[in-house]
């Protein structure tokens, strides 16, 4: 019997600037207030069954994380999006929840790529789709890029999977991209920005999706779930 429950949640304008360790604490915060029984791991420092997808770079707004938390007794996925929604703080809500079947693989190893809108002020709308073209066909973009052991040169052409042609809303632009994240190839949101001539200060970023990219298709995290019982 499924003790686990993935669901998907917003972080709206309110919170885009909580890092990615507060938001873990605001929603462990939100289980104890919420009295939901969840489970604990064992040894010297027990902590809460919780797990995420992919971590949100602070600034960034999102319409599709998702985490997965284990409980000690069977939750229906309703219960929990009642309950939970009823102690989140402003600018978190939950939007779909599911029981998990047993042995499902985590979070961490399906989710390989991500969908982010981009929404920037004043933008020169020809000259995006001249530098969307110029991206297509190249063959590389080599950016420096900080670590911990110092810099190194990447080379982001092929984490950028898809571009959408801009749409103009007033005096807005508005792009949707489809790029690699997580582990195997990570293309961040300031970087994507850069690639595509947008200021990163100035540009509105929001991420859309968590996906699973397999043989050139896409599907979400729910989407391999046996029975697929999203609320």
Same mark, same amino acid.
Do not use: W
């Given at each position: ?30 289980? =104890?207030?919420?009295? #939901?029984?969840? @489970?604990? +791991? ?6 809460? $069954? ?80 001249? =530098?969307?073209?110029? #991206?297509?066909? @190249?063959? +590389? ?6 670590? $911990? ?83």
């Amino acid at each position: 019997m499924s003790r686990v429950i993935r669901f998907q949640f917003r972080k709206g304008q309110e919170l885009r600037f909580l890092s990615h360790l507060d938001l873990i604490r605001t929603l462990e915060r939100a289980v =104890r207030r919420g009295r #939901l029984p969840i @489970a604990f +791991s064992e040894g010297f420092s027990p902590r809460p $069954k919780m797990s995420f997808g992919s971590a949100l770079a602070v600034g960034i707004m999102s319409e599709a994380e998702y985490a997965d938390f284990e409980f000690t007794e069977r939750i229906e996925p309703n219960e929990f999006m009642t309950t939970f929604n009823s102690v989140l703080p402003t600018g978190l809500e939950v939007i779909k929840a599911v029981l998990l079947p047993p042995k499902s693989p985590s979070l961490m190893t399906e989710i390989n790529a991500a969908e982010y809108k981009l929404v920037a002020h004043d933008t020169d709308a020809a000259g995006l789709v001249s =530098r969307i073209k110029s #991206l297509q066909t @190249a063959d +590389s973009f080599v950016v420096e890029r900080k670590t $911990k052991k110092g810099i190194r040169l990447v080379d982001l052409r092929p984490l950028l999977y898809e571009v959408e042609h801009p749409q103009e809303i007033g005096s807005e632009t508005a792009i949707r991209c489809r790029c690699a994240v997580g582990s195997s190839g990570n293309l961040r949101p300031n970087e994507l920005c850069i690639m595509l001539g947008m200021d990163p200060f100035t540009t509105k970023i929001v991420r859309t999706a968590l996906l699973i990219k397999e043989d050139g298709s896409y599907q979400d995290p729910f989407d391999r779930i046996e029975g697929h019982n999203a609320t």
